[in-house]
């Protein structure tokens, strides 16, 4: 049976149990398709928790959340804080209350990019084929690049999972696969700095066993109806034939059935567009006034026209999201008559949607998206129906212009502004 070195990349054809004989190593992975398989899922380590952990070695036991406020949420955990019951997402006061000694850190995003694009470059001298998933993770395929690399896709990705950690300072765990489904499923079997391999037929009779909320895609929501129909493991799902899938589970029925017997034919297209842009703050108070939650909003819809101005996108419609004091969501949406990223337009379209629901109710959290999303060279072209549209988007240039040069906070406007004066912090 294959076997490789995580380590030193001594490789062989015979399963040999650890420590390796030509370094000593104990992280010896062995299986009967290794050097043949080339899809691979990369998940960085805890992203944004082992990244302050990098800069501050002091912290290296240390539980770590980042996150903001006790109103907040994690938006990540490193694992000594997960062992302790913190989640991604979970309200900050839950989380200090399981772990009441941990180091709260608030996000810098400019930090995890600079990371997230080191690691991304280090991807792209595997293969021209990435396609990022998130900042943290991505899928690869490393078909037809043993020549290039003169290795496996095995050892090639061994290898490349040692540079990250010299070169980046973080860890990332790896899975390779038949497929991506697999590949992810793969990855999440051995966190964290793991390796995993899942082979086809092997996939099968582990699916069988697994719980149906094991695929990525089934939530709560699609768990509850699939257990009231009695599908409550992987394995009865996949005995179902397409037909009787979409007649119990409709157009998404025969997809459901063909992952749970591991099958997946997606592609990985490194030129996948997002689906939507966004930008959200969580209220240190929960806020009620019409007034007072358009203030944050303007200042949301100023990050949306940046993000959507740095990636080159327009936004074709704009989505509103609140968050009421318990935690219900509620989201409204509107298609835009020409696309833009403008925050003026994004706010005049949000503001109606925001009026209609500012009427009494008390909210913890906004959030405003570009959801569909448009070219950028879409964005706010003249219009004879709308004289002032060139002065808007240069007005938005020269405010742009003086911030990268200034700082953020050199010029804003009045819509920003909280009670006395002074900038909101979004």
Not at 182 to 206: C, H, N, T, Y
Not at 378 to 403: F, G, I, N, S, Y
Not at 412 to 417: A, F, N, P, V
Request: net charge positive.
């Amino acid at each position: 049976m294959p076997s490789l070195c995580r380590d030193c990349f001594w490789m062989a054809d015979a399963t040999r149990p650890p420590p390796c004989p030509a370094c000593g190593s104990r992280r010896l992975v062995a299986h009967p398709a290794l050097f043949t398989l080339s899809v691979a899922h990369v998940d960085c380590d805890a992203f944004y928790a082992s990244v302050e952990k990098r800069d501050r070695p002091d912290l290296a036991t240390r539980p770590v959340i980042i996150g903001g406020g006790r109103r907040g949420v994690v938006s990540a955990a490193c694992y000594v804080a997960r062992t302790r019951g913190v989640r991604s997402a979970m309200p900050m006061f839950k989380a200090l209350a399981a772990c009441p000694d941990a180091v709260v850190i608030k996000p810098d995003m400019a930090k995890y990019v600079a990371a997230a694009r080191q690691v991304r470059d280090l991807m792209e001298s595997l293969t021209p084929l990435v396609q990022p998933l998130s900042i943290d993770e991505a899928v690869l395929d490393l078909s037809g690049t043993e020549a290039l690399h003169r290795a496996p896709p095995a050892a090639t990705l061994a290898r490349f999972a040692r540079e990250v950690e010299r070169q980046v300072g973080i860890t990332v765990s790896i899975g390779l696969a038949p497929n991506r489904l697999l590949s992810k499923l793969a990855a999440e079997r051995d966190k964290p700095r793991g390796f995993a391999v899942l082979g086809q037929e092997e996939a099968r009779d582990w699916l069988a066993t697994q719980p149906v909320t094991l695929l990525p895609g089934v939530g709560p929501a699609l768990a509850r109806r699939l257990e009231a129909s009695g599908f409550t493991r992987l394995g009865q799902l996949a005995l179902l034939d397409p037909r009787d899938a979409a007649k119990r589970f409709g157009e998404d029925g025969p997809g459901l059935a063909a992952r749970a017997r591991g099958e997946d034919n997606r592609r990985i297209d490194p030129a996948r567009e997002a689906k939507s842009i966004s930008a959200e703050t969580t209220f240190d108070t929960d806020l009620r006034d019409l007034p007072a939650l358009e203030a944050p909003l303007w200042r949301l819809c100023e990050k949306l026209g940046r993000r959507l101005s740095e990636k080159g996108l327009a936004a074709a419609g704009v989505v509103l999201k609140l968050k009421t004091a318990q935690f219900q969501t509620r989201t409204r949406n509107v298609r835009l008559p020409r696309p833009t990223k403008l925050p003026e337009t994004l706010f005049a379209a949000a503001q109606p949607l925001l009026a209609k629901e500012a009427t009494g109710s008390a909210f913890r959290l906004i959030g405003i998206g570009a959801q569909p999303l448009a070219p950028g060279d879409q964005a706010d072209l003249p219009d004879l129906a709308d004289p002032d549209a060139a002065r808007r988007t240069a007005r938005w240039a020269a405010v742009e212009k003086l911030r990268a040069r200034f700082g953020a906070d050199a010029i804003g406007s009045g819509r920003g502004l909280l009670p006395g004066g002074k900038p909101r912090r979004d």
